[in-house]
Each structure stands twice: as C-alpha cells, then as structure tokens.
C-alpha cells in the first residue's frame, strides 16, 4: 500500500526557516514527479513546487528564491526548503505524487499526504 508521509511542519516567525519532508512507502517512485501543495484557510489548494525524476524543477512565482525543493530517489523522500518565510505561507502543506514525468493539475496526482502545518506568525 502506497503511503506518504510529511513531517517538519511547525510555527516560525517571519523571515524565518522550515523545511518539510515527505517519505514515501509501498512502491518506489523514481519515474514520477513529486510535489508539494498547500492549502491556505478558505483557499484552493495550490501548487508549491515540484521536481520530476530527471531533477527539473518548478516553482510558484510565490516563493521563487525563497524555496527549493529536491528529492532523494535512493531514499524515496522529496524534500522542502522554505527560507524567508512571510506570514501568505501559511499553510497547511502536501506532498503528492503523479504517475506523470510532469503534472501542475491537481486532478493528475494519485498520491497525496496527509499534510502538515506551518504557521508563520509576523
């Protein structure tokens, strides 16, 4: 059974560091693009950052230069770095999977996680 999982969500303040992790279990997923999400109160989910299996990467104009992301195939773990966090980051963050090299359509992941927050009070 497929699973992923995040974990270091958590509160900063602004200007401030986190960075989410997202392990995934029950099938490797080397070819298929790796994402993560957020959802803001009241809001639509939305499309954070991704990285396909070659390592291309995309990123909201929001948090270009602020974020990155990288995944670690051998550990089947896609990872996110949020630097100069600002309190619009606020969140509830998932990671998600696709059976796609690439997809920005939340209808095209199979795979989601249970998310985790982050709470950037200024």
């Known amino acids: 059974q497929v699973k992923l999982v995040e974990s270091g969500g958590g509160s900063v303040q602004a200007g401030g560091s986190l960075r989410l992790s997202c392990a995934a279990s029950g099938r490797a997923f080397n070819a298929n693009a790796m994402t993560w999400f957020r959802q803001a109160p009241g809001k639509e989910r939305e499309l954070v950052a991704g990285i396909t299996s070659g390592g291309t990467t995309y990123y909201a104009d929001s948090v270009k230069g602020r974020f990155t992301i990288l995944r670690d195939n051998a550990k089947n773990t896609v990872y996110l770095q949020m630097n100069s966090l600002n309190p619009e980051d606020t969140a509830v963050y998932f990671c998600?999977?696709?059976?796609?090299?690439?997809?920005?359509?939340?209808?095209?992941?199979?795979?989601w996680g249970q998310g985790t927050q982050v709470t950037v009070s200024s």
């Open positions: 998600a999977v696709t059976p796609h090299y690439w997809a920005s359509r939340r209808d095209d992941y199979d795979y």
